[in-house]
């Protein structure tokens, strides 16, 4: 049996195409854990009339602790084998559960990976993200999860063992709200000997103007928690083992740190201990930055600068756009 675990918070606009889109699965033998997070809309009800008397739902409701709690409670409540994730707004092709599933199956995997199609709320197609059909051992894993172009730290497009997962109590952070996926994935991955990636791209992600990822990038007040993004960044650079891959993920660090110190200047956030704790990892990995492909050229540089000073990047910038 394979657990499908769905983290629900006021998406009353969304959850009908999700759970019709599971419904309707080729693949039948599995259970839907939908924990609710506290919504205050009418995603419940929803939930509810959708799912009738199909005795493969579950819905189970806790106070607004946010994803990655009610992550955690679908996994405490999971029965299945296997476990995949579906966010609330997205929807999955009928063949969704089948591919993963097979991929696994067949190749005796500890963890199955398809494509994703992201998608606007229009439903117009944006990008297709596409793995070939291959079998890759525990650091080409890592390797894939950690590189912006390999199949990433998601959670929505895998599916994993539950039994390695409760073995190794494995829980996602829930300190952490920015990359807190890709650390879960790389603790899992620790523990894993072999991962399969299968060619279909079954899973349809809703990329959404005011997510945490565009509020990051372009929100006009700076919110702490975003720092949690280099906490998990740190935290995976202890976990990995392999040189390599522990010095791409410090490479990605030193430019989350760049990438903060300019949004901290930008939204007027002035705090300077943090802005000296970045600066001083900015200066002692730089090295690792330039000698490593994390990144473009443009990224290094704005790195680099926002190490030295935050500010001067700022009006480099400001003259390079009025140049245009």
Known sequence: MVSIIIP?????????????????????????????????????????????DDKRFKITRQTNQGVSCARNQGLKLAKGEY?????????VENNFIECLLKGILEEQADMSVCGIVKESLK?????????????????????????MDGFQGYLCNKMFRRSLIEDNKLRLDSEITILEDLLFVVQYLNEADKVVTVPQATYHYIVH???????????????????????????????????ELKNYAKARKVLSCGFYLKRMYECGYHNKKVEKRLKKYIRQHLHILWKNDAGNFKWKLTTMICGFSPKCENRINNIVKGSR
């Open 8 to 52: 629900v918070y006021n998406c009353e606009k969304y959850i009908e195409k999700c759970i019709s889109s599971i419904i309707n699965q080729t693949y039948k033998d599995f259970e839907v854990i939908i924990v609710d997070d506290g919504s205050i809309d009418n995603s419940l009800e929803i939930c509810n009339k959708l799912i009738k």
């Open 83 to 91: 476990i995949t994730f579906i966010d609330s707004d997205d929807w």
């Open 123 to 147: 439903n117009i197609i944006i990008e297709k993200e596409k793995y070939p059909q291959e079998v890759l051992d525990q650091k080409e894993a890592l390797s894939s999860a950690l590189r």
């Open 209 to 243: 103007d005011d997510s945490a990822r565009q509020a990051c990038s372009k929100g006009e007040s700076f919110n702490i928690k975003w720092l949690t993004e280099i906490k998990a960044l740190s935290k995976i650079i202890n976990y990995v083992e392999y040189d």
